[in-house]
Structure formats: structure tokens, C-alpha cells
């Protein structure tokens, strides 16, 4: 846990510098800027993403120590080949975890988060799951288990080999000359965030774009063809907490209403998107029709709103920093107290962001949470040992947050409750 926190605290910040470089080229160039409630959702979703981790609220059915220690034939000296070889057997598994993710029904919901900006910018690259509670394709690592490569290089290398892959999600580089034909460019990954027929399903790779090749799955950005992002089954929501779940409550809805034991049964590992012809028809889902004509999701936000939910997404990002920086001090339980926190101040904000009056509510169990947590400990997980009065802060902030809910769901003018959810050219699934 303190070891990934550390991790992340390097990491958060150059993120962050990045996003902000590539907001003020928008900016500069004069190209219109990346609407703020999209990219606000994203970073809401990669500090979700990033606490999960930290907590390590999954398990491994199969953990890569264990197929080491019992299916090794080899064992590799450490050194340079070592990670290498590591790279290529991560990004491999990588290949075959992100197209299965995209074929079978079940676990497109631990991926749709990933795809549900309907944006392509490097803030999107932060929507990741908190859905996946199990670790399934360990096994894709069994070349390097059968090397008797170390669990230490893996531990190594995965996280960087899944930070490279943050740099791509960008319009802004367009081609890259010999480097397309070895590396996933950000023109190889708009083609797999697009959901134009000619290019779903296509370029799963990560690092190295030669796995799309090899496997029939690799095509090329086309220039007749603008890319349009998003899902075929738009989300409609700017809460990733929602998103996250969203499919996973649609299979279990038609597994309850179709009639047919065989489909109950067999829905979860169907091709992604199938559903019961009956399921279909009684809970239809609106899907994007014809993709020239698609609105996306604005539903009507006020400067004022913006500006509170940059302000609500800066406060909890310190939070967060701080949470990762106090791991050891804070320890198991209150750890994932902490969590729970966040994932609640998330919830709370971007259904407000929603325009949805439940927001209060959700703002209301967020007071009622941090008064219990300091009534319980007698303190803010520490906060007091590094501000001075930090009890005090973070009593006053929950309430000043509490009271701008208020505002915005209930003072504000009623004709900005209506959401703004038009879909041109929509059919039902």
C-alpha cells in the first residue's frame, strides 16, 4: 500500500502538468476547449481508480507467485533481458485481457468506464475501472513464470508498462512516421475509443500496435472517417461511480426479466452488448444510430456549478494526496474509512454536476459520515498533526459543501434542472 501511494504521489502531478499543457495548446491554438465537466468526471475517476488500488480491493485467483514458484522450468539471472522479457509477457497479457474485456458481456463493465468520455484527451486516460474486485488473466504471464522471472520484476514493470500508456489519448499528435508501424500511437488509439462501425473492436494493444497485427485486429485512422468517441450505449452521466456499474446492473436486470433459462444462464459470457430478444423489448436502452447526427451529453451547467466542481474535485485531490502520503500513520481500518470517504464525496458531487436533486441527499450522508468519523476517533484521520486546527477545516468545508449543494439544487433556476439528454439519432437495444 505505501509503496503504490508513494508511486502515485510522483505520478498525480505529472499527470496533472500534462493535462494542463495540453488545455492550454487547445487554448492557444484556439481550438475548442475540452468541455470542463467531462475532464472534471475523468480526474473523479482516476482518484476512484487510484484508491482502490491503494486499498488492493481485488484478489488474484491465480497470482503470478504462484505460478513461479510451481511452473518454473528456467530461472533468468537478473538484468537487463530480464525486463525486457517481463515487458513484452505484460503487454502480451495486456493485448489479450483489454479484447477480451471488448468481446464478453461481463467484462465490458469492468472496461466501459475507460470508454465512456465522449472526448479523446489525455484526461480520459484516467477513467479506470473500480469495478474489477478479480484479477482473471494472471495466466497470460505464464511465459514468464515458465522463465522463473522474478515477482519483483513484475512488480516493477507492470506499473510502468501501464503508466506508458497514458501518454496517447491526445488529438494532437496525429501521425508519427516509422513509430506507427511499432508502437500504439495516439492515432492507433482514437481508432480504438471510436465507436464508427469500421473501427469498433479494433486496436487492442498497448505498448507495442504489432499484437493488433499478428491477431487481425489492427486498423488504421482513416482520414474519410473522423473518429467519433464514446459508447454505442451513451452513459448519460458525468458520475463515474455510476458508470462503473451500469452494465453490470443492465445483465442482471435481463437475466431477471427474460424468460428463457438458457439466456439467464449464458447472457453474462455472450458477445458484449447481446441481450435476451424479450429483456430487449420490455427495458429498452437507447444506442447511437446514425454517428454523423450523435448530440453528446451537456446537460445545462452554470459557470458558477463549474467553477464549485473544479473546486469540490481540487479539495478531495488534496485529500487524496494526503491519503497517500499518511498511509502508514493512518493504518487498517481507518484506511478504508478514507475510501469510503472519497468515493461518497465523488458520488455526491458529480450528481450534482448531473443536475440531479438526489445530490443533496448524497451531500447530506457526507456531513453525517465525516461528523461520525470524527466523533468516533476525535480526529480527520490525523489531519490536525499537519495543519493546525485540521478538525476545524474539515468541519467547515463539509458544511460550506453542504450549503452549495443546497444552492444548486434548489436555489438555482428551475429551467437548469432540465436536464439536457438529447440523443439524435438513437435506436433502442
Known sequence: METYGQV????????????????????WRGDPLSPAMDTISS????????????????????????????????????????????FLVLD?????????????????????????????????????????????????????????????VIAIVAPLQFFVQFWYHTRYIRTMGWLDYVIVTPSHHRVHHAINPVYVDKNYSQVFIFWDKLFGTFQAELDSEPPVYGVSRPV???????????????????????????????????????????????????????????????PP???????????QLGVLMVNTMYFFAHIGQIGSPLLFFYGIYVFLAV???????????????????????????????????????????GNLVAGVFSLLSWIGCLYFTLITPKDLHQESRKFSSLRLS
Open 8 to 27: 502515485l504521489i510522483m505520478a498525480i502531478p505529472v499527470f496533472l502538468l500534462l493535462i494542463t499543457l495540453e488545455f492550454a495548446w487547445q487554448w
Open 43 to 86: 480526474l473523479s475517476s482516476g482518484l476512484t481508480n487510484s484508491v482502490k488500488d491503494v486499498l488492493g480491493l481485488s484478489v488474484s485467483i491465480l497470482s503470478y507467485d504462484y505460478m513461479v514458484n510451481h511452473f518454473a522450468l528456467y530461472t533468468i539471472k537478473t538484468g537487463w533481458i530480464v525486463y525486457v522479457i517481463a
Open 92 to 152: 502480451f497479457q495486456g493485448y489479450w485481457e483489454h479484447r477480451l474485456k471488448h468481446r464478453v458481456n461481463i467484462l465490458w463493465n469492468i472496461h466501459v468506464i475507460h470508454h465512456s468520455s465522449e472526448e479523446f484527451n489525455l484526461s480520459c486516460a484516467l477513467r479506470q475501472s473500480i469495478s474489477s474486485f478479480v484479477q482473471l488473466f494472471t495466466f497470460f504471464l505464464l511465459p514468464c513464470a515458465l522463465l522463473g522471472v522474478e515477482t519483483k
Open 236 to 298: 448519460r452521466t458525468w458520475n463515474p461511480i455510476r458508470i462503473n456499474f451500469q452494465h453490470l446492473i443492465s445483465l442482471f436486470r435481463d437475466a431477471w426479466t427474460t424468460r428463457r433459462l438458457l439466456d439467464k444462464i449464458t447472457l453474462w459470457i455472450r458477445p458484449t452488448g447481446w441481450r435476451p430478444a424479450d429483456a430487449a423489448a420490455r427495458h429498452p436502452i437507447p444506442a447511437v444510430g446514425v454517428i454523423q447526427d450523435y448530440v453528446r451529453y451537456a
Open 301 to 311: 451547467a452554470p459557470k458558477p456549478l463549474i467553477v464549485w466542481s473544479w473546486f
Open 347 to 389: 458520488y455526491a458531487y458529480t450528481e450534482l454536476m448531473d443536475r440531479n436533486r438526489n445530490a443533496l441527499l448524497w451531500e447530506s450522508f457526507r456531513v453525517v459520515y465525516v461528523v461520525l468519523i470524527m466523533w468516533q476517533t476525535g480526529s480527520w484521520f490525523g489531519l490536525e498533526k499537519v495543519i493546525s486546527q
